[in-house]
């Protein structure tokens, strides 16, 4: 009921938000931007942009009233630190540095893409060292078959509209929403290595060191994909793209976990003249889905889990009219839910003496098909000027339903300005009021209970946080 009640709300409000406005949403052809080289780049063109970040948390320590020597007393919990190193609440830094070269090969049916991220972010951490990573490394063959693109190489594997969103053309470039980041942007973990049991007695929730975790994939799979996109009316346009690829990361051969199979069908109503690429109006409905069956080691002894099935789908429509443009909207709201390896970040930093049960520094990962999450988030973003942007957002996310005990519900309400300096370059302030709930406090401990005193604790230390960043695009 929950999840439905969720459906509805968050097509509700995309629905009045279209009514609102009197027109129809935005989201641009993202196979088409991701793929395709523009003929005046040629044999090659170099691109890239700089995203630097001064973030800052409202942290506060956790303090266990009645237990002075509780596990959680004066930690700091990660949510209140700045990922992935989770040493501070305030930092600034470059979190992401990327460049690319982007042409066609011979002729333009043949589009190369080879990009390069840096910088302080989930994507540039493996094994607990920053480096230079390759993130996208793909080559683009079309006509050669009528009706289908093959994409062959490490590929943005379709799904929600916030994995596929290009810098080019969208808002929070730096704020995924906590369902995102934890459902729809996995870490991924040594699969050499076995588990044990968070809690002893449970069934399938396994500890996961910090040591043992990589990295997350930028949404990114090496694979092959078949996509392609046709006009079936003047003013309509429908897309597809469906991915067989690797589940793991890209050259982290200890990551690699099996296939993944991911597809996403989307339809377009154009508002204006033009086709366009990267800043068309226009409304779009889509819907996604991918399914995997990582399997996850356990020790000796241990119970193993019910299922390894991994399942993640989605729906959700947008709304772009008049992009730098004085009175101009950009609207998105989508659904996503999800089952199997659903995993609980670490809580703290691993801390000599600490003795906490389930092991509050570890990632939990709950791997049974029986495990579930669904969230949402509703955007909307109003252009008072041509350069500046007033945005709005709401992510809701509901982690293990099914778990009365670990059930955490996640809320972020999301209020930006940001500065245009060009289509591609802006400054952007926003400010993220952020909670955390325990649905079922009697299923945690008993009332004054360490568990339940410990638990209360923790989502209630959780910040507010506000960011001031840019993106220059060259």
């Not at 044999?43 to 948390?57: C, E, M, N, R, V």
């Not at 299922?307 to 989605?314: P, V, Y």
């Not at 400054?427 to 401990?445: F, H, K, L, W």
């Not at 638990?455 to 960043?469: E, K, L, P, R």
Request: overall charge negative; charged content about 15%; hydrophobic content about 40%.
């Amino acid at each position: 009921m929950k999840k439905i009640n969720a459906m509805k709300f968050a097509l509700g409000i995309g629905a009045s938000l279209s009514l609102y406005v009197c027109q129809p949403a935005n989201a641009a052809n993202w196979f088409n931007i991701q793929t395709i080289s523009l003929p005046e780049w040629g044999a090659g063109q170099f691109i890239g942009f700089l995203q630097p970040l001064s973030t800052d948390i409202q942290a506060s320590s956790v303090i266990v009233n009645g237990y002075p020597h509780a596990p959680a007393n004066d930690q700091t919990a990660h949510f209140n630190e700045v990922a992935p190193t989770f040493d501070s609440s305030s930092q600034l830094f470059m979190q992401r540095a990327r460049f690319f070269v982007r042409g066609s090969i011979g002729n333009p049916d043949i589009s190369y893409y080879v990009g390069v991220e840096a910088g302080q972010n989930g994507y540039d951490y493996s094994w607990g060292h920053y480096a230079p990573r390759i993130i996208d490394a793909n080559m683009v063959f079309s006509h050669y078959i009528p009706g289908v693109r093959f994409e062959i190489g490490n590929i943005r594997a379709p799904g929600p509209e916030g994995a596929m969103e290009g810098f080019m053309n969208f808002n929070f470039l730096d704020a995924f929403g906590t369902g995102l980041q934890q459902l729809m942007q996995p870490t991924f973990y040594n699969n050499g290595i076995n588990y044990k049991l968070a809690t002893p007695g449970t069934k399938d929730g396994y500890a996961v060191p910090g040591g043992d975790v990589s990295g997350n994939n930028g949404f990114r799979y090496p694979g092959i994909m078949a996509e392609d996109w046709f006009m079936v009316a003047p003013k309509v346009e429908v897309a597809y793209g469906a991915m067989l690829a690797d589940y793991g990361r890209l050259l982290d051969t200890g990551t690699s976990n099996g296939p993944i199979v991911a597809a996403r069908l989307q339809a377009s109503y154009l508002l204006g003249s033009e086709k366009g690429r990267f800043f068309r109006n226009d409304l779009t409905g889509f819907i996604w889905g991918q399914a995997a069956r990582p399997e996850i080691g356990v020790m000796p002894g241990q119970p193993t889990p019910s299922s390894s099935n991994m399942t993640r789908d989605g729906f959700g429509m947008t709304y772009r009219n008049g992009y730098m443009t004085r009175g101009g909207l950009d609207v998105k709201a989508e659904y996503f839910e999800g089952s199997g390896n659903i995993a609980a970040p670490a809580v703290f930093n691993e801390t000599p003496g600490m003795a906490a049960v389930p092991a509050l520094y570890d990632e939990i990962v709950y791997a049974g098909s029986n495990n579930t999450a669904n969230g949402y988030d509703v955007s909307g973003g109003y252009f008072l000027t041509k350069s500046i942007e007033a945005v709005l957002r709401y992510d809701y996310y509901d982690r293990l339903p099914n778990n009365a005990a670990a059930e955490r519900i996640f809320q972020d309400t999301s209020l930006a300005l940001e500065y245009h300096v060009t289509p591609l370059s802006r400054i952007v302030v926003d400010y993220i009021d952020r909670s955390i709930t325990i649905p079922n406090p009697g299923a945690v401990g008993a009332a004054g209970s360490l568990a339940l005193e410990q638990a209360t604790a923790v989502v209630n230390s959780i910040g507010n946080q506000i960011d001031i960043w840019a993106v220059y695009a060259f």
